[in-house]
């Protein structure tokens, strides 16, 4: 099993900025990579950011440049962090984090308001 905590969401004028957090614990040895997802009201979730155990990241093409994906760790945890710049009202979604073994585990989620 593993758990994941999520903070960080909030709401922001256009062009500002927001730090995502996932706290993973548990069965970390066996996730092989961490993503942020999001999903917008009436619109499937999609995968926003992916970083690999191996630090190879990968990103949406309409968050290219704007987000970054990095993690840390340590023996207990890991955490995921998603820096997000230049937010638009279109990024407005809730966010969730994942970690990816044989199975895939889900945070809570996080909401990120992009308004005027």
């Known amino acids: 099993q593993v758990q994941l905590v999520e903070s960080g969401g909030g709401l922001v004028q256009p062009g500002g900025s927001l730090k995502l957090s996932c706290a993973a614990s548990?069965?970390?040895?066996?996730?092989?990579?961490m993503g942020w997802y999001r999903q917008a009201p009436e619109k499937q979730r999609e995968q926003v950011a992916e970083?690999?155990?191996?630090?190879?990241?990968?990103?949406a093409d309409s968050v290219k440049g704007r987000f970054t994906i990095s993690k840390a760790n340590n023996n207990t945890n890991t955490v995921v962090y998603l820096q997000m710049n230049s937010l638009q009202p279109e990024d407005t979604a809730v966010y969730y984090c994942?970690?990816?073994?044989?199975?895939?585990?889900w945070g809570q989620g996080t909401q990120v308001t992009v308004s005027s």
């Open positions: 994942c970690a990816k073994n044989r199975y895939r585990y």
């Open positions: 548990g069965n970390i040895f066996s996730i092989y990579a």
């Open positions: 970083i690999t155990n191996g630090g190879i990241t990968n990103y």
